[in-house]
């Protein structure tokens, strides 16, 4: 759902984690990455409430429990995600819980008043899932404390996708909230001008489906056939085109009528 917008970097996360675990001895004991993770987290959400839970489900769980996501509502995404996805329009999203992502445009963003669960490039197997909010607002207690690794790889994390923007440092706003939409390289922009739109629609890095869920099946099949796994998740973000070798993106660009 968009964590691997910085590519899967397995190699980066399994060395921080071994190195994390000749330290601790595989147990979360010393806190140091926890303080790190913390530290980064108010640089990069600064002004704003922040709590941290063991995944995303979780998070969702908790803003429920205290009523600020309705029982069957779903976390709000940018208004291009939706106009793309027809066919799931109907679902009830919340207006005041919004997903959080990287890269996006400035009016794609969530509205400031509002408490975002942001997507890290983490990958979900870390148990780990950041929420904030407004000062003004509460959050609900974040309840089990993920792993030492799961914070060393959230504060490796956070300086990678620090040093995706354009200087290595975010942009600001006037009221010094960081503008983490960042600047694609060369190679991205051209890869994704590339891709067509028989399937897929862009927002900002994205690529979000276009088909309805009578469509789904047979839209997983046409991407298996050019070697595109479609995992069974929401569906709601696609692949980066820019971590594409030539070849697949031109087998991306053929398959959603790009050039």
């Given at each position: 759902?968009?964590?691997?917008?910085?590519?899967?970097?397995?190699?980066?996360?399994?060395?921080?984690?071994?190195e994390e675990m000749s330290r601790t001895g595989g147990a979360a004991l010393s806190g140091r990455w926890e303080a790190r993770a913390w530290?980064?987290?108010?640089?990069?959400f600064p002004g704003r409430n922040i709590a941290v839970f063991t995944g995303l489900g979780e998070a969702v769980a908790a803003l429920r429990k205290i009523?600020?996501?309705?029982?069957?509502?779903?976390?709000?995404?940018?208004?291009?995600?939706?106009?793309?996805r027809r066919g799931l329009c109907d679902a009830e999203y919340s207006p005041d819980v919004w997903y959080w992502r990287p890269f996006?445009?400035?009016?794609a963003m969530p509205p400031p008043?509002?408490?975002?669960?942001?997507?890290?490039?983490?990958?979900?197997?870390?148990?780990?899932?950041?929420?904030?909010?407004?000062?003004?607002?509460?959050?609900?207690?974040?309840?089990?404390r993920p792993a030492e690794v799961a914070f060393?790889?959230?504060?490796r994390a956070i300086a990678d996708l620090r040093s995706a923007n354009s200087g290595g440092e975010p942009e600001r706003d006037s009221k010094g909230r960081p503008r983490t939409r960042g600047q694609l390289s060369?190679?991205?922009?051209?890869?994704?001008?590339?891709?067509?739109?028989?399937?897929?629609?862009?927002?900002?890095?994205?690529?979000?489906?276009?088909?309805?869920?009578?469509e789904e099946s047979e839209a997983v099949r046409r991407f298996a056939e050019k070697g595109f796994y479609l995992g069974p998740s929401d569906r709601t973000t696609l692949v980066m085109p820019a971590l594409l070798s030539r070849g697949e993106l031109q087998a991306l660009a053929g398959l959603t009528g790009g050039r």
């Open positions: 759902n968009g964590r691997a917008i910085l590519g899967h970097r397995t190699r980066t996360i399994g060395r921080r984690v071994l530290k980064a987290l108010s640089r990069l009523s600020l996501l309705g029982p069957t509502a779903r976390p709000t995404d940018p208004p291009c995600f939706y106009g793309a996006l445009p400035e009016e008043e509002a408490i975002q669960l942001p997507i890290l490039p983490v990958p979900a197997a870390f148990g780990i899932q950041v929420v904030t909010a407004p000062r003004r607002r509460r959050l609900p207690d974040g309840g089990q060393a790889v959230l504060t060369g190679r991205s922009e051209r890869a994704l001008s590339e891709v067509g739109d028989a399937w897929v629609a862009r927002c900002g890095p994205y690529l979000v489906p276009r088909w309805c869920p009578l």
